[in-house]
């Protein structure tokens, strides 16, 4: 039994699990859950490729720091059009519930790639019990702001292209992560898990003022109830 991945799966998973289950409660009946698990779903496939892309990165510009903010730049534009391409397919583009699809793929987005870091980071590195608990600790964080900020872009994106701005929202979606990238420079660097923790005070205020209270719950009792 594998029992960093079992911590990891658990670390990673539960921050994403906590903002779904507090958005859900305020919202139920407002949107289709079906497909707002569906594309909670595609989120954890998006979240395979780009972790396994950002490991290799990572592994490639270690300590480089010209790299290092290089890659970071490359990884924000390759994970928000990864979401526009999904999000702007015929199929979906028209759909006034787009937002909250783009939501819960960030939040699947998150979560997956959050697990990646942290089973990458147990394996690698020789922790004590003490050592270990702290680091999860630390990494719940981490997870809360990497589930929180891929929310909040998806979010963007799905009103940008619903509402006919699908340029200015990516575009503010780029610029989102990027300047969030650059808290990930500890990581990419190797340092220990306290010093990833610069994102959640980029992540969270964005997450609650800018997605949750400026925008999603502004939509409640404007859409039609799914039965």
């Not at 959050?114 to 997870?143: C, D, N």
């Not at 979606?173 to 959640?200: A, E, M, R």
């Amino acid at each position: 039994m594998d029992i960093d991945f079992y911590i990891a799966s658990i670390v990673g998973f539960l921050p994403s699990f906590a903002i779904f289950y507090v958005v859900w409660g305020k919202l139920e009946g407002y949107f289709n859950e079906k497909k707002l698990f569906f594309n909670y779903f595609i989120g954890w496939i998006m979240g395979i490729i780009i972790a396994v892309f950002f490991l290799i990165l990572k592994s490639s510009v270690y300590k480089a720091l010209d790299l290092s903010i290089l890659s970071l730049i490359f990884f924000a534009i390759f994970t928000e059009m990864f979401k526009f391409i999904y999000l702007n397919l015929p199929s979906k583009r028209r759909d006034k519930e787009l937002p909250y699809h783009g939501f819960s793929l960030g939040l699947g987005i998150g979560a997956i790639w959050s697990v990646a870091i942290i089973y990458q980071y147990f394996r690698s590195v020789s922790m004590t019990s003490q050592e270990e608990f702290l680091a999860s600790i630390y990494f719940i964080i981490f997870s809360l702001a990497l589930s929180s900020i891929h929310a909040s872009s998806g979010t963007w994106i799905g009103d940008g292209i619903i509402n006919g701005n699908a340029e200015g929202a990516l575009l503010k979606s780029f610029l989102l992560q990027i300047v969030f990238n650059f808290t990930l420079l500890p990581l990419i660097w190797g340092f220990q898990p306290l010093y990833y923790l610069g994102g959640i005070f980029i992540a969270a205020p964005v997450l609650y003022y800018k997605v949750y209270k400026g925008y999603l719950l502004k939509v409640k009792g404007k859409r039609r109830v799914n039965k």
